[in-house]
């Protein structure tokens, strides 16, 4: 059992950097700031995370365990292919239920090395799946997996951030179709 005091830490330390985060770019935290305004000494940091960069990734892991639950979650449905919308749907879901951190990290410019740690872990994840549901080596199922958590996590990005003028349905009928037939067949559906 982790010590009360070890906890409270840990969580002050992770409230300063949601609250910090989203006052100053990355490589403009110190630790100095995150201690004060966690109400802890330096040296305590030290003794849970190495770096600044350490504390940033512990959300990474967070969100990406998150997303993971969430796309393998069963019932078999989560087959991308075969039930081509479930993905959107629990992406949608995700954004709509994720704290406001979350979508922040997966949807700033500043903290986009964030999001790309995101979404390397979720594809890592995904990708033994893969191999197993459509019996693919690992490189193909790393490409496959890779392609459409970084297409979908990006497409949510602009349509969070209000630069895609869509309504959900229109915007679900488009992220599925890329997903599912690439831009060939994107394209020749928008445009038909």
Known sequence: MTD??????????RAAFRKLAQQYRF????????TD???INRKTFYLHYDSIDDLADSFTAEIADQLLELLLRE?????????????FDRLDAFFEEAPTFYTFILNSDEYSFLSRRV?????????????????????DAKLAVTFLIDNSLTLFRLYITG????????FRERIVTLNLRGMQGFLAEVKG
């Open 4 to 13: 009360r005091r070890v906890i409270r830490t840990n969580q002050a330390l």
């Open 27 to 34: 490589r403009e935290l110190t630790v100095q700031q995150l």
């Open 37 to 39: 305004e966690a109400n």
């Open 75 to 87: 019932p078999a449905n989560h087959d991308p292919l075969h039930h081509p919308g479930v993905w």
């Open 119 to 139: 979404k390397y872990r979720v594809a890592a994840g995904l990708a033994a799946s893969f191999e197993t549901d459509y019996g693919l080596n690992t490189t």
């Open 163 to 170: 630069q895609l003028d869509l309504s959900v349905a229109a």
